[in-house]
């Protein structure tokens, strides 16, 4: 999946603006990986207390606490949400049946489809989904889009 400017802007109680990004796993620091695990031994009951968990992922509890808010699985929490992505694909016929075959194979309800009219071959396809309780991992769905024959680029641009 292709990293994302700003998925979601946000203004807390105190004014501040909070920015929203998804990037790829290989763009996350060692460190906020490992506080995902870390969060990840506690949910699942594999560690008792957050100082086991540090310690099994190799982190010091204070980087735990300064990142644990501001970091979760793009999976996480996703039932029920809505996530509206972008495609660059090859104008070729049967290519978007392709791709609303792989979202119903995942099970997720489409919302709104916009298809420009290609342009040196091109065109563009705009989708928003709803993520229902019966939905595959919404990762894999976006990895086996991105791996389309004919999809040369894949961008998710929010999620609510």
């Given amino acids: ?30 460190v ?19 100082q086991e968990a540090t310690e099994r992922v190799g982190i010091s509890r204070s980087s735990f606490y300064k990142y644990k808010d501001d970091i979760f699985p793009f999976h996480e929490n996703n039932k029920g949400k809505t996530i509206t992505f972008i495609m660059q694909m090859k104008d070729e016929p049967g290519l978007l049946s392709h791709v609303l075959s792989v979202i119903a194979d995942y099970r997720a309800n489409i919302l709104t489809i ?15 989904v709803d993520v ?5 991992d919404t990762m894999a769905m976006l990895t086996d889009l991105e791996n389309l024959p ?3 680029y894949l961008k998710v641009l929010g999620r609510e």
Wanted: aromatic content about 6%; glycine content about 8%.
């Fill in 1 to 30: 999946m292709a990293a994302v400017d700003v998925s979601s802007r946000q203004v807390n109680f105190m004014g501040e603006k909070k920015e929203y990004y998804v990037v790829k796993e290989k763009a996350v620091s060692e």
């Fill in 32 to 50: 906020l990986l490992k506080v995902v695990e870390a969060k990840r031994l506690l949910e699942s009951g594999q560690a008792d207390t957050v």
């Fill in 114 to 128: 916009h298809q420009t009219i290609p342009i040196n071959g091109i065109g563009s396809l705009t989708i928003s």
């Fill in 132 to 136: 229902l309780p019966t939905t595959g």
């Fill in 150 to 152: 004919g999809i040369y």
